[in-house]
């Protein structure tokens, strides 16, 4: 296995449905990202996990909850999702901390296109 | 105002030119700067960072910022068809692991 990988790579859900994104990173990173891709704007910071902190974008709607259980993996849970929500969801992960001079330097997966009926 | 700002629309460059982007950002205070690439259907990858004021170069790419202005540009010399893709600029304080992305840049290289 190599860099970020996903699961899935497209989902299709209903509104009422409850389904997880799935991240697993193999790069040693110790934090770990969701962005939110969808047409014609920036990529969106939604949840950040670094060095088992979670610092998160609060403008993100509480139908997207993440968990992260280790460095290695992060997962974002979805429950009663609108049409708006749907875009490529990114994950990323990185080396942050003291003496790392390269913050920013993020290795994303290749997105999970989710579709909300 | 926008954090990040790519305010160009497409940009169509024949194969061998000089393909020019620009980005502006509005905190005084970000110390680090990357361009990230992204072809149709796949993830961004990071291509270039910069970190002080004037000229970086790798390959056929050349970063350049300009802090007092607040503005980054990429050059994409003797452009190729695999170059066509849209480019990511994101910008950030150093040791803060929040990047501040702009809406990205799509480049079309015409054989």
């Known amino acids: ?117 | 105002q926008k954090e990040v700002e790519q305010n160009s629309g497409p940009l169509s460059v024949p194969e061998g030119a000089i393909a020019s982007l620009n980005c502006t950002y509005s905190d005084r205070g970000s110390q680090s700067f990357f361009w990230y690439r992204q072809y149709s259907g796949k993830s961004p990858e990071l291509i270039m960072s910069i970190y002080s004021n004037g000229d970086k170069e790798d390959g056929r790419f050349t970063a350049q910022l300009n802090k007092a202005s607040q503005y980054v540009s990429l050059l994409i010399r003797d452009s190729q068809p695999s170059d066509s893709a849209t480019y990511l600029c994101a910008v950030n304080h150093y040791g803060n692991n929040r990047l501040a992305f702009g809406k990205g840049n799509q480049v079309v290289v015409i054989p």
């Open chain 1, 1 to 117: 296995e190599t860099g970020v990988t996903q699961t899935p790579r497209h989902l299709v859900m209903g509104m009422t449905n409850k389904k997880s994104l799935k991240c697993e990173q193999h790069l040693g990173h110790n934090a770990m990202y969701w962005y939110k891709q969808s047409a014609k704007k920036p990529l969106e910071l939604m949840f950040v996990y670094s060095l088992e902190e979670r610092v998160e974008n609060n403008s993100v709607p509480s139908r997207f909850s993440p968990e992260c259980p280790n460095s290695s993996h992060l997962f974002l849970h979805l429950h009663t999702l609108q049409p708006e929500d749907s875009a490529l969801y990114l994950c990323a992960s990185s080396q942050v901390g003291p003496g790392v001079s390269n913050t920013g330097e993020l290795f994303f997966g290749e997105g999970s296109r989710l579709t909300v009926l």
